[in-house]
């Protein structure tokens, strides 16, 4: 049984895999570009949700073709990684915080649709995804013991706010945010935790805060500094992902919450 691993800006390749070339698999909502080999001594599905190069911005990544195929390619369960703006002026920069809650109020892919897999009126399956945390909690362990064995810094818990892309938020936007709770920002996470809940896919996510968000701070984070540590990122994930897929027990993952299903 492997494990999906999902990176974003910064880390188009996993360092250290034993694959491969990437394959290209159809999807009922598009192609998805999967690499599938071991890394830590385990089976992995690696997906590049930028692509290489960056190819696509955060406004035209394809979350349902990624999840489906991740879920048709057999994973027990995601560890996904993101960059993050940190709109809790404590947040370090340069450490991570494996995040236990969501901010994602519009459910809206990319493209205004909504966010969900139960695309088709009356399909076998279609439902509401209900649950109280939408990570998983073994999973979540894992990456905070991962992250502190590999000597980073690690914060347990923290609100995830998904922003839409590819701009970035004006201070008004942070604001609200900041009194919501929201720990740190980015362009992805939301769509994947909650396609991953309703695909059953356990999935659990940690964030490297490259900079402070609009306004957190008088003074921006300069783009020199935002760059420097988006490239860093790179290696504190590849780090951080070693040891956390060797502590996975695959045997302990379950899906999050319930489904509530019409059929």
Wanted: hydrophobic content about 40%.
């Amino acid at each position: 049984m492997a494990l999906g691993i999902l990176t974003g800006s910064g880390t188009y390749a996993l360092p250290g895999i034993e694959a491969g070339e990437p394959q290209w698999v159809d999807t009922p909502f598009g192609r998805a570009l999967l690499t599938e080999g071991r890394f830590a001594g385990k089976d992995v599905v690696h997906c590049s949700r930028h692509r290489p190069g960056h190819e696509l911005l955060s406004s035209q990544v394809t979350h349902q073709a990624n999840i489906w195929a991740l879920r048709e390619a057999g994973v027990k369960g995601v560890l996904a990684v993101t960059v993050c703006g940190a709109v809790d002026p404590a947040l370090e920069l340069g450490s991570l915080v494996v995040f236990d809650d969501l901010h994602f109020l519009a459910n809206r892919l990319p493209d205004g649709s909504a966010c969900t897999l139960y695309t088709e009126a009356g399909k076998p399956g279609r439902g509401h995804w209900i649950f109280d945390r939408p990570f998983s909690r073994p999973l979540r362990e894992a990456l905070l013991e991962g992250g502190r064995e590999a000597g980073h810094t690690v914060r347990d818990g923290g609100c995830y706010g998904h922003v839409d892309g590819p701009r970035f938020n004006t201070r008004a936007e942070i604001r609200m945010l900041a009194q919501c709770g929201v720990t740190g920002v980015s362009q992805t996470g939301g769509p994947e935790a909650t396609l991953a809940g309703e695909a059953e896919l356990p999935y659990a996510l940690v964030g490297y805060a490259t900079d402070y968000a609009n306004g957190v701070y008088e003074e921006a984070t300069a783009l020199e500094e935002l760059m420097r540590l988006i490239g860093a990122s790179g290696e504190t994930f590849a780090t951080t992902l070693r040891a956390a897929v060797a502590r996975v027990d695959e045997a302990a993952l379950e899906p999050v919450g319930t489904h509530f299903r019409w059929d």
